[in-house]
């Protein structure tokens, strides 16, 4: 008896972009425990338009998220040579077009540094997020969403769990004069493994819908989507509730492919009045001073980033200041804000016109992209698509973030929609059609079978 062939053996490639995807997905979680520890402090953007108080690192600190950097910097550009010294792939590889869109997108910036006077276009924030993509483009990792919900859960289950544990540690102080819920989350908003609660939420929001997302369940789907939701409630970001309520109206099952799934349509309606019930009564009790708010009026200080990004738009408009706009003490900035708090300003006021044009095609590229692989994913392409624009009003994610949550969200979407293409384009090799026999004209009589030796027309057949 021939015992069976072993199963073909993945390429080295193949096997330590696995291993990357891993490694980038836990990175924001290794710098906010173990690098930055919450060592920074809470009052340091407290004061909108005052220059960052800055947090020196203890010395192993400091040589563990440098390690942990070159260790998966070191690990892409391994795979990137692996994969272009195999030559020809065994599979074609999806998303050509996407990954081209992405790295004119991130190239943007670079040139920007290089004609507009101010430096900054070798930093390797600018570098990092182009090499990641490139890598898993060239050496796609099997089932890479089911791998990226993996991640999610480590996110969703360790927040929970430090939470429990010492919740002092996971929740931050919120500055936010509205929509608290202290009674759930005392003290503030539970940032858990990551370093901000915006982070976490908007990690929570990706891992209900792809929790929830029929083409991607498991068997325990409702109790991960349940610990995920709680999550995205604990974080209190109300961007990430906003990506989630307009977001997860686009999964639908697949045997219905125009339909909303009625667990859903249940789950939308009890969470929204669960929220309300949680909200309205203090929204108006303070009514009167809600509108008078800097939350509101100013989107809790964002207007002003807004009109420093513009104000190094307007000194340069086809390159704008640089990508050390936030970073440049000298520059208009001066060194109070992180980023400038919204994707398009960010892109006008460190690359200009330039980098707008990126940007623009990138856009089009998801979308294009999204719109072709709704149908394989149930949806989940246009959900991952709006949850990043819906970031990209109040915060920057497709910037070079360094090894934050919203680096996660970029490779999240980058991947999301590779493997969609990588789906789709199977599902059209795989329809065969098979051809018809003729039919046979009505006009034309069809001679009765006879049986040799027996005369009159045929029996009819019984079924009983």
């Known amino acids: 008896m ?18 990357l995807l891993w490694l980038t997905g836990l990175s924001p979680a290794f710098f906010a425990v173990v690098v930055w520890a919450r060592t920074a402090p809470h009052d340091a953007h407290a004061v909108w338009g005052q220059p960052r108080t800055e947090v020196a690192l203890t010395t192993w600190r400091l040589y563990a ?17 692996l994969a272009l010294a195999a030559g020809r ?42 090499l990641l993509v490139l890598a898993l483009w060239l050496a796609p990792p099997p089932s890479p969403v089911r791998l990226l919900r993996g991640v ?31 009674w759930l989350t005392p003290g503030g908003r539970l940032a858990g493994l990551t370093n901000h609660p915006i982070g976490l939420g908007v990690l929570a929001a990706l ?38 309520a307009l977001g997860l109206p686009l999964l639908y099952r697949r045997e219905a492919v125009r339909r909303v799934h009625p667990v859903l349509v249940r789950s939308l309606a009890a969470g ?64 109070a804000f992180d980023h400038a708090h919204n994707q398009l300003f960010q892109t006008l006021g460190t690359s200009g016109l330039l980098g707008a044009a990126g940007l623009a095609l990138f ?12 149908r394989v994913t149930s949806g989940l392409t246009w959900c991952v698509a709006l949850t990043t624009v819906v970031l990209c009003v109040p915060e920057a994610p497709l ?26 384009a199977e599902l059209a090799t795989a329809t065969v059609r098979v051809p018809q026999p003729a039919r046979t004209p009505e006009s034309t009589p069809v001679p009765a079978a006879t049986t040799p030796g027996l005369t009159g027309p045929p029996q009819p057949r019984s079924d009983r």
């Not at 513009?310 to 208009?332: C, H, I, K, M, Q």
């Not at 856009?363 to 709704?374: D, H, T, Y």
């Open 89 to 130: 792939p065994d599979r074609p590889r999806y998303g050509g077009g996407l990954l081209a869109a992405a790295l004119l997108m991130y190239a943007c910036p670079v040139a920007a540094g290089l004609l507009g006077g101010h430096g900054g276009a070798f930093g390797w924030r600018l570098w990092v997020p182009p």
């Open 272 to 335: 929204t009045a669960l929220c309300a019930a949680l909200l309205v009564p203090g929204v108006l009790e303070r009514a009167g001073t809600l509108w008078d708010s800097d939350e509101i009026t100013t989107l809790h200080g964002r207007t002003v980033p807004w009109q420093v990004a513009l104000t190094a738009f307007r000194d340069n408009v086809w390159v704008g200041y640089g990508p050390e706009l936030f970073f440049d003490r000298a520059s208009p900035n001066r060194g």
């Open 65 to 81: 998220g440098s390690g942990y950097a070159a260790l998966v910097v070191g690990l892409a550009l391994v795979v990137v040579a």
């Open 399 to 424: 910037r070079g973030s360094g090894f934050s949550p919203y680096q996660l969200l970029a490779v999240t979407l980058f991947v999301v929609l590779c493997d969609a293409a990588r789906a789709r």
């Open 152 to 182: 999610l859960r480590v996110y969703v289950w360790g927040s929970l769990a430090v939470f429990a544990v010492f919740p002092s540690w996971a929740v931050t102080p919120s500055f936010n004069d509205n929509f608290q819920l202290d």
């Open 2 to 19: 021939r015992s069976p062939s072993p199963l073909p053996r993945r390429p080295l490639a193949v096997q330590l972009s696995t291993a």
């Open 207 to 244: 891992a209900v819908t792809v929790e929830f997302a029929p083409a991607y369940r498991t068997r325990r789907w409702q109790l991960h989507c349940a610990a995920a939701a709680l999550v995205l409630v604990m974080s209190q970001s109300r961007t990430a509730w906003l990506a989630a």
């Open 363 to 374: 856009a089009a590229a998801v979308v294009l992209f999204a719109a072709r692989g709704a």
